[in-house]
């Protein structure tokens, strides 16, 4: 419980996480045990949000660029990388989590700031140093989006801009927030209508038939307008 001490208290750990708290623990056999008399534990501060480099998903991310349309400035797949979860790919080592737990913090909200809109996020436990099934708490957690760096296929000038990445974030939460409401409308009346299809954000980017144009359009995906 918040603001209450307990005097003499054993502390199970089991894979970098807590798991039992009590007087008399009975701990396994192949654990280790640490005397801790006169000293205070407390359980690892929580890391907002840490940037990590993960190098299965740097493989990843090379071949969806080789994979992008030559000359299409909204579409470069490489910008919108929310299809992408950080928690689905895998590092044995990972120093910065090292780092964290070394330094009192026993979980960290992690991210990856490539891309114009980067990959789902994740909360692990940094107990093991490692991106693993075992250490991630929760996925899903956040999309980062990035403001800095260019991206869009060329040098200088809009879209490769400040303003062009605020616009391409702006409009890939855009699909987001018309999907929600045409499914909302929905849920309230489905009689006689399909079920919305969910396309990630930013799958309505349509490029306007000349390159030099600083503006897309959008597909009307659904059918109708919300």
């Known amino acids: ?7 003499a208290t054993d502390v199970l750990i089991r894979g ?7 007087r008399g623990i009975a701990a396994p056999s192949v654990a280790k045990e640490f005397d801790c008399s006169g000293l205070t534990v407390y359980a690892g501060f929580v890391h907002p949000a840490m940037s990590v480099t993960v190098e299965s998903l740097s493989q990843r ?4 660029r080789q994979e ?14 929310t299809r992408f979860g950080l928690g689905d790919f895998r590092a044995d080592e990972l120093q910065a989590l090292h780092s964290l737990a070394e330094n009192g913090y026993g979980v960290a909200h992690l991210f990856d700031g490539r891309g114009v809109l980067g990959p789902r996020a994740c909360v692990v436990s940094t107990g093991q140093g490692a991106l693993n099934p075992s250490v991630i708490l929760a996925e899903g957690t956040g999309i980062p989006i990035s ?8 040098e200088g000038g809009y879209p490769n801009s400040l303003m062009g990445r605020i616009a391409f974030a702006r409009q890939a939460l855009t699909d987001v927030e ?5 499914l909302r409308r929905y849920e309230a009346s489905p009689t006689g209508q ?3 299809t969910w396309k990630l954000p930013g799958a309505s980017y349509a490029p306007r038939p000349s390159r030099s144009s600083t503006a897309w359009t959008t597909r009307w995906r659904y059918g109708r307008s919300p």
């Open 68 to 81: 992008s349309a030559a000359g299409d400035l909204w579409t470069r797949r490489d910008n919108l990388l």
């Open 1 to 7: 419980e918040p603001g209450v001490r307990l005097e």
């Open 194 to 196: 399909a079920r919305p």
């Open 147 to 154: 403001l800095s760096g260019g991206g869009f296929g060329f």
């Open 178 to 182: 018309w999907h929600d409401r045409l």
């Open 16 to 22: 970098g996480i807590i798991a039992d708290v009590g």
């Open 61 to 64: 991310l090379r071949e969806v």
